[in-house]
């Protein structure tokens, strides 16, 4: 039996989804899990991820450094943000990250039951996620951070991307594979222009952030995934 990879393109969706024994990839794209793998790449303890800003902020006293944001916007009382561009130069190596934010920690919280793995994706480690999915025997799920609940075009875009790396290797459970493989097909040889209609990509830009934005669509700088491991977010190479 061949596996299946389907989307889900909102937190407020994944009710009407299985998740036993699939592996969740979680994708918050401007910027969550871009930022997630930026840490793990740049030699962080871990990364936390973390529901609310409360819990978060109140993790400071355990030791960790504490990254909140709302709505594009640190928050007060965290030292970080959402920025990949934070952890580039090392700054935070062998420290232990949590990490609150608008809507990517609220969907890895909420593809928690019954799934196999979590992973976090991001175009910054696709071809890496790409083949180690391969590599499983499980059916994948596709989960869009999205905005506030809603459809967003840059996480349903590295969606059809990573669906395009695996459709020798896996069937498409849902018409929202087939159609955002199509659209990132159509779109691969100039994403940054083709995303730059989209919402949240003005949102980010209104805070001067085209840096960010630059880091978040660059394809594979690094060869590892974030797998989700007792609560908390680990490097892992890809063999």
Not at 61 to 90: C, H, M, T, W
Not at 193 to 203: E, I, M, P, T
Request: hydrophobic content about 45%; glycine content about 6%.
């Amino acid at each position: 039996m061949s596996k299946k990879i389907e989307i889900c393109f909102s937190p407020e969706l994944i009710h009407l989804h299985q998740l036993d024994n699939k592996i969740i990839v979680v994708v918050d794209i401007f910027r969550a899990t871009s930022t997630m793998m930026a840490a793990l790449a740049n030699n962080v303890e871990s990364v936390t991820p973390v529901a609310d800003l409360e819990t978060c902020r109140m993790m400071a006293q355990s030791g960790y450094v504490v990254a909140g944001e709302r709505n594009g916007i640190i928050e007060a009382g965290f030292e970080l943000g959402n920025s990949p561009l934070a952890y580039l130069d090392g700054s935070y190596a062998n420290r232990k990250i949590a990490m609150t934010t608008t809507n990517g920690t609220v969907a890895i919280e909420k593809s928690k039951i019954n799934s196999a793995e979590i992973l976090v994706g991001a175009f910054v480690n696709l071809a890496a996620t790409a083949k180690y999915l391969k590599s499983k025997d499980n059916d994948v799920l596709i989960h869009c951070a999205g905005w506030k609940g809603k459809f967003n075009l840059e996480d349903s875009l590295y969606a059809g991307a990573l669906v395009s790396s695996l459709a020798g290797d896996f069937e498409f459970d849902c018409d929202g594979a087939i159609a955002m493989k199509a659209l990132y097909e159509a779109n691969r040889a100039d994403l940054k222009g083709f995303l730059a209609q989209a919402s949240h990509a003005k949102r980010l830009q209104n805070h001067n952030i085209e840096s960010d934005i630059d880091f978040c669509l660059t394809l594979d700088l690094y060869d590892i995934i974030g797998k989700l491991q007792d609560q908390t977010l680990v490097p892992q190479k890809v063999k």
